[in-house]
DNA sequence: CATATATTCGGATCAGTGGTCCATTTATGT
DNA sequence: ACATAAATGGACCACTGATCCGAATATATG
C-alpha cells in the first residue's frame, strides 16, 4: 500500500471512530469523510461498504473480549469469570450505540466481515458457560447461542435511551437466571 | 372529513398495515403510497410522519392489549396472569418487525404519537406485576417500567432473524427470574 | 534529478429516501 | 348548476450510500 493511501486510511478509522462514538452506528458516511477532510469516493475504497468500516473498528475490540474470556478461564471462581465477563461485554456495548443490531445480524451471516469475529466471541463466551455449567454455577439448558443472545438483548437495552437506566438492575436480573449464584434478591 | 378523503384514509391505512407486517418497520413511505395507488404526499397529509402512520395502525392493538391484562386481573392465579399476558405481549411484537424501538423510543418521549398508549401498557403491566408480587409469585425489586424493558428486549431478540428461534426459550430463561414459579430447571 | 507509471484522489453523478409546495381537480352545500 | 372549500399528486428539496472517471500524486527507475 502507498505511503499517503496508509496514512489516509488511518486518519479515517481515527475520525470514524470518533463519530461513531459521538453519533451511533447510523452516522452518514459522507459526514465522516468530511471531518476526515476526504471525498466520500476515498472512504468508499478503503472501506467499500459501512460494514466494511465497522468491521476495521470493531475487531479490536471483539478480540479484546475474546482474550479477556480465555483469561477468565483461568480465574478462580467459574461463577465470578462468567458474571465478569458478561458485565464486561454488555459495558463494551455503550461505547458504539446501536452496534448490537449489527452483532445480531453477522452472527448467521457467513458474508459479513464481522461473522469471523462474532462466533469467536461466541465461542469463548461459551467455554465460560460450560466451564460454570460443570461446577453446578450455572444453570444447564442454555448454551453459547443462548448467552450471546441475552448479552445483545441486555447490551440493545442500554442501546435505548429510554431504558438505559434500567439496564444495570435489568443485567443483575437477567443474571440471577443465568448464574445460580447472582440471586441478588 | 369528505368522504373521499375518509376512504383514502382507510385504504391507506389496510395497505400500511399489509406493507407493514411484510417489510418491517422501515417500509418505505413511497412503496405504501404507490402500493395505494396514492400519491405519496396524499399519505403525508393523511399521516404527515412515519410515526403518527404507525401509532393508527398500532393503537389498536395496543389497547388490546391494555384490555387482557385487565381481564387477566382477576383471573385466579396472579402469577400464571403475569406469565400469559406476558408471553401475549411478546408474542403481538412479531406481527411487525422493528416495532420494538418505536415502543422503546415512545415511552419516555411525551410529543410521540404513541406515548399515551406505551404508558397505559406499562401501567397495566404494572398492576399485573404489582398482584403477583403481593401474592410473593414475582420478585420484588422490579417496577412496571422494568417489565416494559423486559418485554421490549425480548421481543428485539424475536425481531432479530439470527436470535429469534432462542426467543421462546430465552422467554422462560427471563421469566424464571421474573415469576418465582416459572423456574423450568 | 527527471521522467514514467501505477496508484490514489475527489468532484460529478445516480437512484433512493422522507418531506414540502402549490396548481389542479373534485366533492359537497346551496 | 354553481361556488367554494377541501383533497390530490406531480415537481421539487436536501439528504443518503454508492459508482465512475479524469486529474493529481507518490513511487520506482534511468
Given at each position: 500500500?502507498?505511503?499517503?493511501?496508509?496514512?489516509?486510511?488511518?486518519?479515517?478509522?481515527?475520525?470514524?471512530?470518533?463519530?461513531?462514538?459521538?453519533?451511533?452506528?447510523?452516522?452518514?458516511?459522507?459526514?465522516?469523510?468530511?471531518?476526515?477532510?476526504?471525498?466520500?469516493?476515498?472512504?468508499?475504497?478503503?472501506?467499500?461498504?459501512?460494514?466494511?468500516?465497522?468491521?476495521?473498528?470493531?475487531?479490536?475490540?471483539?478480540?479484546?473480549?475474546?482474550?479477556?474470556?480465555?483469561?477468565?478461564?483461568?480465574?478462580?471462581?467459574?461463577?465470578?469469570?462468567?458474571?465478569?465477563?458478561?458485565?464486561?461485554?454488555?459495558?463494551?456495548?455503550?461505547?458504539?450505540?446501536?452496534?448490537?443490531?449489527?452483532?445480531?445480524?453477522?452472527?448467521?451471516?457467513?458474508?459479513?466481515?464481522?461473522?469471523?469475529?462474532?462466533?469467536?466471541?461466541?465461542?469463548?463466551?461459551?467455554r465460560l458457560l460450560a466451564r460454570a455449567q460443570a461446577a453446578g454455577a450455572a444453570r444447564g439448558d442454555i448454551d453459547g447461542t443462548d448467552l450471546f443472545?441475552?448479552?445483545?438483548?441486555?447490551?440493545?437495552?442500554?442501546?435505548?435511551?429510554?431504558?438505559?437506566?434500567?439496564?444495570?438492575?435489568?443485567?443483575?436480573?437477567?443474571?440471577?437466571?443465568?448464574?445460580?449464584?447472582?440471586?441478588?434478591?
Amino acid at each position: 500500500m502507498r505511503a499517503d493511501a496508509r496514512k489516509n486510511r488511518d486518519h479515517l478509522l481515527a475520525v470514524a471512530g470518533a463519530a461513531l462514538t459521538e453519533e451511533g452506528v447510523d452516522v452518514s458516511l459522507r459526514d465522516i469523510a468530511r471531518r476526515a477532510d476526504v471525498g466520500l469516493a476515498t472512504l468508499l475504497r478503503h472501506f467499500p461498504t459501512r460494514e466494511a468500516l465497522l468491521d476495521a473498528l470493531l475487531r479490536t475490540s471483539f478480540d479484546e473480549l475474546t482474550a479477556r474470556a480465555a483469561e477468565l478461564e483461568t480465574s478462580g471462581s467459574p461463577e465470578e469469570a462468567l458474571l465478569v465477563w458478561l458485565r464486561d461485554c454488555v459495558a463494551w456495548t455503550t461505547e458504539y450505540r446501536g452496534v448490537t443490531v449489527l452483532m445480531a445480524a453477522a452472527i448467521e451471516d457467513t458474508d459479513s466481515a464481522l461473522h469471523a469475529s462474532c462466533v469467536t466471541l461466541r465461542a469463548a463466551g461459551a467455554r465460560l458457560l460450560a466451564r460454570a455449567q460443570a461446577a453446578g454455577a450455572a444453570r444447564g439448558d442454555i448454551d453459547g447461542t443462548d448467552l450471546f443472545a441475552l448479552i445483545a438483548a441486555l447490551a440493545w437495552l442500554g442501546d435505548q435511551p429510554s431504558l438505559a437506566p434500567r439496564a444495570d438492575h435489568l443485567f443483575d436480573v437477567v443474571a440471577s437466571a443465568v448464574v445460580s449464584g447472582a440471586r441478588t434478591e
